[in-house]
């Protein structure tokens, strides 16, 4: 059975770090498009990040400040996203999911197989 667990989220002051983790189990992560969402109280789910199978990385939120990086640990088969500089604007819960084509997007009706979100809250 496919599974995605995420974790790492929490309470964090303005300016803070979080490392996001994203857990697979019932197929390995290597061979699919990995993206990471978020959803805020009253707004639709937007897509933050994305990694593709061939490791190519994808950013949709402040691409140009470089705050979120995603990476792959295979040996775990698990994605992350590092969320450095962190603002109130980034509160929300964070997915990850697993497209369903081959390629990454920031649209979350090409993803499927979510997880159960880890909240987010950045707040002073």
């Known amino acids: 059975q496919l599974q995605l667990v995420e974790s790492g989220g929490g309470l964090v002051e303005p300016g803070g770090s979080l490392r996001l983790s994203c857990v697979a189990s019932?197929?390995?992560?290597?061979?699919?498009?990995i993206g990471w969402f978020r959803q805020a109280p009253g707004k639709e789910r937007e897509g933050v990040s994305c990694i593709s199978s061939a490791g190519g990385r994808l950013y949709y939120i402040d691409s140009e400040e470089g705050r979120f990086t995603i990476s792959r640990d295979s040996a775990k088969n698990t994605v992350s996203l590092q969320m450095n500089s962190l603002k109130p604007e980034d509160t929300g819960v964070y997915y990850c999911?697993?497209?369903?084509?081959?390629?990454?997007?920031?649209?979350?009706?090409?993803?499927?197989?979510w997880g159960q979100g880890t909240q987010v809250t950045v707040s002073p």
């Open positions: 019932g197929f390995t992560l290597d061979s699919h498009a």
């Open positions: 999911a697993v497209a369903k084509g081959r390629w990454c997007t920031y649209r979350a009706v090409d993803f499927g197989s």
